[in-house]
């Protein structure tokens, strides 16, 4: 059973950074095309970025427009560890930060931004931004 645990969560002030991770185990890290989500109070969870599985695709990553340039998702395939990079933060992006897994192939030009899209979820952690 994959089992995902994220931490690195916390208070930051505006302008400030935050690197979260994302351990997976129960399986093999390169096999699995992984994403981050947040979802704030009242609203629904929202698609981030993501990283293709390794072994399918080399890792390409894909953002959402809200965080391009600001986000960073990558991977270390020997921790089995995903990290999303969070520079420039503001305090619209505070919400609880969740990973997510699969191990779905349609092609290797396919990212998977759907909620639904995905079968495994950590627990989430709290990122909160001051202004």
């Known amino acids: 059973q994959v089992q995902l645990v994220e931490s690195g969560g916390g208070w930051v002030q505006t302008g400030g950074s935050l690197r979260l991770s994302c351990v997976v185990s129960g399986g093999t890290l390169t096999n699995y095309n992984m994403g981050w989500f947040r979802q704030a109070p009242g609203k629904e969870r929202e698609f981030l970025a993501t990283?293709?599985?390794?072994?399918?695709?080399?890792?390409?990553?894909y953002y959402t427009d809200s965080v391009k340039g600001r986000f960073t998702i990558s991977r270390d395939n020997a921790k089995n560890t995903v990290y999303l990079q969070m520079n420039s933060l503001k305090p619209e992006d505070s919400a609880v930060y969740y990973c997510?897994?699969?191990?779905?192939?349609?092609?290797?030009?396919?990212?998977?931004?759907?909620?639904?899209?995905?079968?495994?979820w950590g627990q989430g952690t709290q990122v909160t931004v001051s202004s």
């Open positions: 997510a897994a699969n191990s779905r192939y349609r092609s290797s030009s396919a990212y998977y931004t759907g909620v639904n899209e995905y079968d495994y």
């Open positions: 990283i293709q599985g390794l072994i399918w695709s080399g890792s390409r990553t």
